[in-house]
C-alpha cells in the first residue's frame, strides 16, 4: 500500500489588501495657491500654498490613507514641447507659484510622502505610470487617482483603477468615464485629439466636438479604425460627410495631438508598492515645520505615526 502523501503546511499570507493614492502634486499646488492666503516663511518665501497641500495629504492620512505618491511637475515643459512647440509651457503662470514648486517637493519628502517630480515627463505620465504598475500587484485593492485632469481618464480601468475629484468629491469608475465622455478610458487619446485641449495648448480637429468625438469614438474606438469614406460611417454619426472631409484633412495632425495626448507609462517611479506606505515624518519635517511657521503640521504627523507603527 502506498501511503497517502501529507498535504503541505502552506502559512497563510498575512499581508492586507491596500489602496494605493496617487495624487496630482501640480493641480494640488495651483488650487491652494488660488485658495488660500499667501504666507511668508523665515526666509521671505511664499509657502501659502506649500502649507495648503500638506495640510491636504496629512489629512488623506488621518482619513485612513497609507500609500502615497504624489507627482509634480518640477518644470513646466517637457519632451512634448519639442513634438509640438505650441503644448503648454510655464509663460503666464505666477512666478510666486512657480517658485513654491521646489519647495513643496522638499516639504512633501520631509514628511515622509513619496514625490515625482517630473522634468522630462509630466506629472500626468507619472501618474498613469504609477497606476498602471500599483495595479499590478495583486496585494492592492484599488487605486485612486487623485485629480480631476481629464488626461487621466485613459488610465481608469473598471472599477479597480478609479479617479478621484477631492475638491468636488466624486469618484468615477469605467463607467463612470464612459457617462462623462461617451467614450471608454482607451479611447481618451483619440477623443482629446480630435476635441483639442486648451490647458494643453494643441487645438484638435476643425469642426468636431464633444458630441461628435463621442458619438464617432464610441462606435469606432481608434482613429485608425474610423472609415475613410464617409458612406461606411454608422447612419447615427451626424454630418459625416463634414466630419470626415475635416478629419482627413487634418489628419496627420490628429495623429501628432494624439501622441501629446497619449500619456507614458514608462516614467520612474517606485520598485514596490510598500515604497509607497507611509511610516511617518522623515528628521527634518519638524525644523521644516518651524521655518513655515506651521508647528500643527509636524504635531499631526506625529500623532498620526503613532497610528502607523
Request: charged share 25%; with cysteine; glycine share 6%.
Amino acid at each position: 500500500m502506498i501511503p497517502a502523501r501529507r498535504a503541505p503546511i502552506v502559512e497563510p499570507y498575512t499581508r492586507s489588501q491596500v489602496d494605493v493614492h496617487l495624487i496630482d502634486g501640480t493641480y494640488e499646488l495651483f488650487r491652494h495657491f488660488y485658495a488660500v492666503p499667501s504666507a511668508l516663511d523665515g526666509n521671505g518665501r511664499d509657502i501659502g500654498a506649500v502649507r495648503g497641500v500638506l495640510r491636504s495629504i496629512l489629512s488623506m492620512i488621518e482619513g485612513g490613507a497609507t500609500h502615497l505618491g504624489v507627482a509634480t511637475d518640477h518644470v513646466v515643459e517637457s519632451f512634448r514641447n519639442e513634438l509640438y512647440p505650441s503644448y503648454k509651457t510655464s509663460e503666464g503662470v505666477a512666478p510666486a507659484l512657480l517658485a513654491q514648486f521646489p519647495l513643496v517637493e522638499e516639504a512633501l519628502e520631509a514628511m515622509g510622502i513619496k514625490v515625482w517630480p517630473m522634468v522630462y515627463f509630466e506629472a500626468d505620465d507619472a501618474l498613469a505610470s504609477a497606476a498602471a504598475k500599483a495595479a499590478l500587484d495583486v496585494h492592492v485593492n484599488q487605486v485612486i487617482i487623485c485629480t480631476p485632469d481629464k488626461d487621466l481618464a485613459q488610465s481608469v480601468a473598471g472599477t479597480r483603477v478609479v479617479q478621484l475629484d477631492r475638491r468636488r468629491s466624486i469618484v468615477r469608475d469605467e463607467a463612470g468615464i464612459i457617462a462623462k465622455f461617451g467614450v471608454r478610458p482607451r479611447s481618451i487619446p483619440d477623443y482629446l485629439a480630435v476635441v483639442g485641449d486648451s490647458a494643453d495648448g494643441f487645438p484638435g480637429v476643425p469642426g468636431w466636438g464633444e458630441k461628435a468625438a463621442a458619438a464617432t469614438l464610441s462606435r469606432y474606438m481608434r482613429l485608425e479604425a474610423i472609415p475613410q469614406d464617409w458612406r461606411e460611417w454608422h447612419p447615427s454619426i451626424a454630418n459625416a460627410r463634414r466630419l470626415s472631409a475635416s478629419l482627413a484633412q487634418s489628419w496627420n495632425d490628429a495623429l501628432l495631438f494624439r501622441t501629446l495626448a497619449t500619456l507614458r507609462l514608462d516614467a520612474p517611479v517606485f520598485d514596490t508598492v510598500e515604497d509607497l506606505r507611509w511610516k511617518g515624518p522623515a528628521a527634518g519635517f519638524e525644523a521644516c515645520c518651524q521655518a513655515m511657521g506651521s508647528p500643527d503640521l509636524f504635531r499631526r504627523a506625529v500623532s498620526l505615526t503613532t497610528a502607523v507603527r
